[in-house]
């Protein structure tokens, strides 16, 4: 019998967070020889998803949950989850029903064939806008031009299966600003991805925005690659250059042929330019300097405020995670 941990991260989910236990479990309970628990992680919410889930988990035996002392992001929830996971595997879900709870038969088959990862593919992205997937496109293509040890998995997002080892090799990422999806790519083994469509949201509301995608994209690139710091180099260096040439330039012309050269529009063009790469620069030292300020604190990365009725004394750590 093989036990396998679904892990739920909920930030303000009161209105799907009861849909969604029996629409999985009745799902999974039909897949042979094996045993579900789940973990919803509370993420902080301002709404009663607490309550409901101090409920569900009265209710039903297998569903056990924690509860996060604030919010602290979903990558910081799916943490709190994959370190109290007791299962031989482990599946990670959104609450909110977007993805169908019958992928998992699918990723368990593989997983038993000796896949270590098996994530779920969108077929499409027809349901989002079209700048929304012009950005995705964006950010793909630049991180697999930039990082070059590792291939980035297109459009598989965080609904996916975990071996053991995975798992205790995710742990070993203690890292407090997280990109799960280059975590998961990082820490290698065998990869299958398994195709489903992204259903749209049960009920409630989405909690990204555009801002936080953004940000969201400047993290995976900055804790994944230093390519923007050595193009910066490249681009300083070639200014460089083109300002010695534009000098020798400026002074033949001037020494040959005793032509003054127009100063005011070429001297503001130059110094716009030189201005406008000298912030470009700088700005991309101050994100990987903005890492290392968050990296050098050694902050936990998520502090538990209540698991199961009880209410912790203890820092967890990734030592002391039972949650029974
Ligand atoms: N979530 C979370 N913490 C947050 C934001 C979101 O745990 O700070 C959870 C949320 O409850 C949901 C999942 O992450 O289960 C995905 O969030 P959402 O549906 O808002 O994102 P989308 O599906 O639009 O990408
Ligand atoms: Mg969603």
Redesign the pocket.
């Known amino acids: 019998m093989d036990k396998i941990t679904i892990i739920?991260?909920?930030?303000?989910?009161e209105e799907v967070i009861d849909l969604f236990y029996p629409a999985v479990q009745s799902c999974v309970e039909k897949i042979p020889d094996c045993e579900f628990n789940y973990i919803f992680?509370n993420?902080?919410s301002r709404d009663s998803t607490l309550e409901k889930l101090r409920a569900i988990s009265e209710k039903y035996p297998n569903a056990n949950y924690l509860s996060l002392s604030r919010?602290?992001?979903?990558e910081s929830?799916?943490m709190a989850g994959i370190d109290y996971a007791d299962g031989d595997a482990v599946v990670i879900?959104?609450?909110?029903l977007?993805h169908p709870p019958e992928s998992i038969a699918e990723m368990i088959k593989f997983w038993r064939e000796g896949y270590d990862d098996v994530c779920a593919k969108r077929v499409d992205r027809a349901g989002e806008t079209w700048l929304k997937r012009t950005c995705a496109n964006i950010f793909y293509k630049l991180m697999k031009k930039f990082s070059t040890s590792y291939e980035m998995q297109r459009d598989v997002?965080?609904f996916r299966l975990l071996s053991r080892r995975c798992i205790e090799s995710l742990k070993l990422l203690r890292e407090n600003q997280r990109f799960t999806k280059g975590l998961f790519t990082w820490v290698g083994y065998r990869k299958k991805e398994i195709p489903f469509e992204v259903q749209p949201?049960a009920a409630?509301?989405?909690?990204?925005n555009y801002i936080a995608l953004f940000n969201l994209a400047m993290k995976g690139m900055t804790s994944f690659t230093t390519a923007p710091l050595h193009l910066m180099t490249f681009l300083g260096l070639t200014v460089s250059f083109g300002a010695i040439a534009y000098m020798i330039f400026v002074f033949s012309m001037a020494l040959i042929y005793g032509d003054p050269v127009a100063g005011y529009p070429t001297l503001l063009t130059v110094m716009l330019f030189l201005g406008g790469t000298q912030l470009l620069a700088l700005g991309i030292i101050g994100e990987y300097l903005s890492q290392i300020f968050h990296e050098t604190k050694h902050r936990p990365i998520y502090l538990l405020d209540e698991m199961n009725g009880k209410t912790p004394q203890f820092i967890p750590t990734e030592r002391n995670t039972k949650i029974k």
């Open positions: 739920v991260p909920c930030y303000n989910e992680v993420d902080g919010n602290f992001g979903k929830a799916m879900m959104d609450a909110d977007q997002g965080d949201r409630g509301q989405t909690t990204w």
